[in-house]
């Protein structure tokens, strides 16, 4: 039993670090990255990071460092996907620049901690750090969880890395139950309610079609018409109009043109 729950965690690990090529896809579609906000691509990366040196200390190449490697490579390879569709128009909603240096900023982090101190030391706050960073990851989708409500509309989470991530966290809960190891069981139990919320949002506010706003309803046609035109009045209008002019003028104009009459 616990060599199932392993499998399916390390494939469900897998999957929702690869989770974010649909997002790629979405991107090369609409030429932009549109209300996606790249959090969570960073935080894939940065989680990445930690667990990986981790794992090479701990000399847990398999399944461990292998996961965080796939893992880090495709949370890189999102962030540059994301650069460079977010140099298209319209301009991008998210800069992206500062999250690439925090990424940058936490591997430099991971790997000075790993040569500055001794290994069990490294590995204690690699450990408590990863930990930090599991939850991040699984919080991250909810940064834009008042532009969801607000515009009653999901499209600013990521649907894949909400479902494959509550799955995910499903299997290490369950694992780590089994294993009695709260290091395991316990920030994914966290990780089950955050993405539980996320799964709970895209059901509550499904997301709008492109070009249309929440609230607004589509303008209904309107014919106009028009009346008539009568010749005779127009005329007798245009006359009126003649005569009053000449009231208006002047007598010694009024005299000056009979004269030339």
Same mark, same amino acid.
């Given at each position: 039993?616990?060599?199932?729950?392993?499998?399916?965690?390390?494939?469900? $690990?897998?999957?929702?670090?690869? +989770?974010?090529?649909?997002?790629? %896809?979405?991107?090369?579609?609409?030429?932009?990255?549109?209300?996606?906000?790249? @959090?969570?691509?960073?935080?894939?990366?940065?989680? $990445?990071?930690?667990?990986?040196?981790?794992?090479?200390?701990?000399?847990?190449?398999?399944?461990?460092? $292998?996961?965080?490697?796939?893992?880090?490579?495709?949370?890189?390879?999102?962030?540059?996907?994301?650069?460079?569709?977010? *140099?298209?128009?319209?301009?991008?909603?998210?800069?992206?620049?500062?999250?690439?240096?925090?990424?940058?900023?936490?591997?430099?982090?991971?790997?000075? #901690?790993? %040569?500055?101190?001794?290994?069990?030391?490294?590995?204690?706050?690699?450990?408590?750090?990863?930990?930090?960073?599991?939850?991040?990851?699984?919080? +991250?989708?909810?940064?834009?969880? $008042?532009?969801?409500?607000?515009?009653? +509309?999901?499209?600013?989470?990521?649907?894949?890395?909400?479902?494959?991530?509550?799955? #995910? *966290?499903? #299997?290490?809960?369950?694992?780590?139950? @089994?294993?009695?190891?709260?290091?395991?069981?316990?920030?994914?139990?966290?990780? #089950?309610?955050?993405?539980?919320?996320?799964?709970?949002?895209?059901?509550?506010?499904?997301?709008?079609?492109?070009?249309?706003?929440?609230?607004?309803?589509?303008?209904? +046609?309107?014919?106009?018409?028009?009346?008539?035109?009568?010749?005779? *009045?127009?005329?007798?209008?245009?006359?009126?109009? *003649?005569?009053?002019?000449?009231?208006?003028?002047?007598?010694?104009?009024?005299?000056?043109?009979?004269?030339?009459?």
């Amino acid at each position: 039993m616990i060599v199932i729950i392993k499998a399916l965690s390390v494939m469900t $690990a897998i999957a929702m670090n690869l +989770s974010p090529l649909a997002n790629i %896809y979405e991107f090369r579609k609409r030429g932009n990255t549109g209300e996606t906000h790249p @959090l969570p691509l960073a935080m894939i990366a940065c989680n $990445a990071s930690i667990w990986g040196v981790y794992a090479l200390l701990k000399e847990d190449y398999f399944p461990l460092f $292998a996961t965080n490697l796939v893992s880090g490579i495709g949370g890189w390879t999102h962030l540059m996907v994301f650069k460079m569709y977010s *140099s298209e128009k319209p301009p991008p909603k998210y800069d992206i620049m500062p999250l690439i240096l925090m990424v940058i900023l936490v591997q430099f982090m991971a790997i000075s #901690c790993a %040569y500055s101190m001794e290994p069990k030391e490294s590995i204690a706050w690699l450990g408590t750090f990863g930990v930090l960073m599991v939850i991040g990851v699984f919080a +991250s989708p909810l940064v834009v969880i $008042a532009d969801v409500i607000k515009s009653r +509309s999901s499209g600013g989470l990521s649907r894949p890395l909400s479902i494959v991530g509550f799955i #995910c *966290s499903v #299997c290490w809960t369950w694992y780590g139950f @089994l294993i009695e190891d709260v290091y395991i069981w316990g920030p994914n139990l966290l990780g #089950c309610i955050l993405t539980g919320v996320q799964v709970l949002l895209i059901l509550v506010f499904p997301r709008k079609r492109a070009g249309k706003k929440a609230g607004q309803k589509t303008p209904k +046609s309107t014919e106009i018409e028009l009346a008539p035109v009568n010749s005779t *009045s127009v005329e007798d209008k245009q006359e009126k109009g *003649s005569v009053e002019m000449v009231e208006l003028l002047p007598n010694w104009m009024v005299v000056k043109k009979d004269r030339k009459q």
